[in-house]
C-alpha cells in the first residue's frame, strides 16, 4: 500500500510561483512513476506531469510545459511541483498520483493511488 499526502497549496496572484509538496509512504517500490494531475469544479481531471525514477523521462501537458516543473528525492520520499507564471486558469485541486509501472503516461487509468489533493486558486 502507498499513501500520497500533498501539502503546500493555497491563494496566490496571477504571474506568482508556487510549489507543492508530495510526501510518500509505504511501498515505495510501487511509486516508479510519480504524476501531478489537477480537477477544476465542473472539469474532468486533467494531467499536469510525470516523473519516471532511475532517469526515467519527465513529461508535462503542454498547458503547463515551460512554467511547471516535477522533481523527486528518493531519499526524502517526496515529490514537488514548482509552479511559476501562475494563471487564472490553473486554478485546481492538485492531486499526486503514484503508478508501478515505468512509464511517463498521462492517462489517469495508468495510476494505482492518489492523494487527497491541496487547492490552488490563483486570481487574476
Known amino acids: 500500500q502507498v499513501r500520497l499526502a500533498e501539502s503546500g497549496g493555497g491563494r496566490v496572484q496571477a504571474g506568482d510561483s508556487l510549489i507543492l509538496s508530495c510526501a510518500v509512504s509505504g511501498r515505495t517500490l510501487d511509486t516508479v512513476t510519480m504524476a501531478w494531475f489537477r480537477q477544476a469544479p465542473g472539469k474532468e481531471r486533467e494531467f499536469v506531469g510525470a516523473t519516471v525514477w532511475g532517469g526515467g523521462s519527465t513529461c508535462y501537458a503542454d498547458s503547463v510545459k515551460g512554467r511547471f516543473a516535477i522533481s523527486r528525492d528518493n531519499a526524502k520520499n517526496t515529490v514537488w511541483l514548482e509552479m511559476k507564471s501562475l494563471k487564472a486558469e490553473d486554478t485546481a485541486a492538485y492531486s499526486c498520483?503514484?503508478?508501478?509501472?515505468?512509464?511517463?503516461?498521462?492517462?489517469?487509468?495508468?495510476?494505482?493511488?492518489w492523494g487527497q489533493g491541496t487547492q490552488v486558486t490563483v486570481s487574476s
Open positions: 498520483a503514484a503508478a508501478p509501472q515505468g512509464r511517463c503516461s498521462g492517462l489517469v487509468r495508468a495510476y494505482t493511488y
